[in-house]
């Protein structure tokens, strides 16, 4: 029985591994294309829950989810275009510290909009209650958003490997000289893969927003986890994010299970031990700008 | 014995006079007329909702009582700020009395950080009215001289609901399992849970301490499924109860969840439907008590939405704080620790007046158990509790529902 138990708390560390993969991915991308540690990144996330439950109340949940994205991949754009462009070829600390601050003023300027207090958000009544496979407890909600992340990790996929797109943009990771003397020029990539990383974010803030508390701060609590994800994943690496993402999620349901009040140390620790057999990450690949 | 003429008296005075209206009229301005006052709470983090809603409850009162004329016909000042975390609190704590000239400290709602104020009000010997913290040993092993207690503390909300789950038949012989908040405050909950259950044939079969910044509850969801409990309990805090009580929701488990900590902020994020079982309180926007329903309407007018109890509890403190200077004449530590320690009674709002206990400091008054609204019978998104009847019931002495001398360790 312990170790159905166990097996459980697995299952369920790969479906939470989704969600924390929703918010990684992005951060990885836009760390790999453009070298820049976007510390906003949980602000978007922030910014998509909210702007989910204000779209909910006039349009409902499915339009909701869909349009929340759309949004923030937008402010995404002009987020690239007038501050995160001027960053690429900089000294790494100024990014920090601009993004940094970019976080602060958008955790207080959703304080000003919206207030303090949480916004209250609730599961539709079909997603509601969980189903039993076997001897598997699984939130019919948490299934949905699996879904959705398997969607979006495919399309992600393929649209980096089997596309010219994506082939410009593997070798803008690899080798933006080179990239640069075939005469293209990587800017539009980049902002559209801040669009795509910031709209993954907010898809993440707007399927959580009914599960999690909505508070102003919320965008500052998910962007530690994310980061370790990105460092475990490694650089430059698709696979190395999503298995780094499903690794975060079954380590902590695992020690959760054994040791409750150690839940939230054990992925620093992993990330520690991982850092240490492998510097550069679980799948990281050596890339000549970050070495 | 000198004697100085009329007429040096007068020179000399419009000498000083003068010189302090060119020289320096700001300071002279704010050491003879406001009375300053420094309010700490949190305002990021697991608890900055409440705290959002403790500045505005102080404000409302601040207001008030300055349109009134103030306090001996000075004004108050209160300079609010977040206090972080508890480092930070006693740093500026300390910063409010040396250089901002606070006489008194007030506000707070982490246990962990009123702590920490409470020593640098010990060490400084001033006055620090501790607001809206909960963990029994601040009141107990902890006290000291200079720190009274406003909130109601960890035993009484255990207290509270623990009495209805005995009416309703959910006590005796059931099968609990806690989830506690991994601070001082959950232990101290936890522990007050134990007891409770000990004494009253509860059977706790399994109990989880949770970190402060836990979003997903999910592997403790699985964890009680697998305990298979009769009742589920809540000893968390802040955000955490909400994250818990929409994802106990998203599960659908079965078992009845109550809990023994729940501030109305984290009741109203929790989402429509989300909310069952019952929780304790220490007061209600809809309570009927005449004065209460003044605040309200007073309160909405102004901010656009009703007081949660963290508003409430600001304002009613700062009313006692000004009556206690009002009626000494003084801002004197000593002298206002005397004043409180009278058991002075004070309107608070409620049904009952409230005093603070000479030997513990702590404000004796009414809480409430409260149970949700059904779907649909909720005038508006405020409107979701039924507050239960006051506990002690009005026959019964305050005195039924706090720590006895024998349970508190507490010596000054």
Redesign the interface.
Known sequence: MQFG?LL??VV??L??GG?YLLIALGLSLIFSVGGVVNLAHGAFYALGAYASVEITRYLGFGPAMVLSPIAVGMLGILFERFILRRFYSADPILSLLVTFGLAMVAEQAIRIVW?????????PQVF???VIVGDF?F?R??LLILAVVALVLLAIWLLLHKTSFGRVVRAGIQRPDMVAALGIRLQPYMTAIVMLGVGMAAMGGAFFA?????????GA??ITVAFVVVVIGGLGSFWGVVIAAMLVGVV??IT??FV??A???SIYVLMFLILLVRPRGLLGERIEKFE | MTRYSRRTLLKGSAAFAGAAAIGFPAISYGQSEKIKIGHLTP???FL??L???AQLGIRMAEEEINQAGGVMGRQLDITSEDSVNPATAATKAQRMLDQDGALVLMGEINSASALTIMQVAERNKKLFMQIGARSDALRGKNCNKYTFHVDIPSTVMVNAVGKALVRDNMMKDKKFYTLTA?YIFGHDLGRAAKAFFSANGGNLIGD????T????F???L??I??AKPDIVCSNLAG?QV??LI??Y????LPYPIVGFNLNT??A???????LSGTWPTVWYHTSEVPSSKTFVTNFTKKYG?PP?NHAWIEYVSLKMMAQAMNETKSTDTTKLIGYFEKETQFDILKARKAHFRSWDHQLMQEAYPFTVKAKGQAKD?WDMLVLGGAIPAANESLESIALTKEQNPCSM
């Not at chain 1, 207030?115 to 599961?123: M, T």
């Not at chain 2, 989880?208 to 970190?211: H, K, P, R």
């Not at chain 2, 910044?213 to 997903?216: A, P, R, S, Y």
């Not at chain 2, 109203?268 to 989300?274: E, F, K």
């Open positions: 138990f459980e708390q369920n560390g479906v939470l969600y207030g303090a207090a949480p916004l209250s958000a609730s599961i509601r209650g969980s407890l939130s909600y948490r009914p599960i999690t508390i909505v508070h102003p701060a919320m609590e998910i902590r349901g959760i299970h409750p009040a839940g939230e140390a | 305002l990021t983090g900055g909702a705290g959002a809603y991994d989880e301490l949770v970190a910044d836990v979003t997903d999910s592997p403790y699985l964890k499924r697998q955000n909400t994250n929409k994802q929701a998203e599960f659908g902020a984290d109203w994020a929790a989402g429509d439907g989300n939405k949660e998104k």
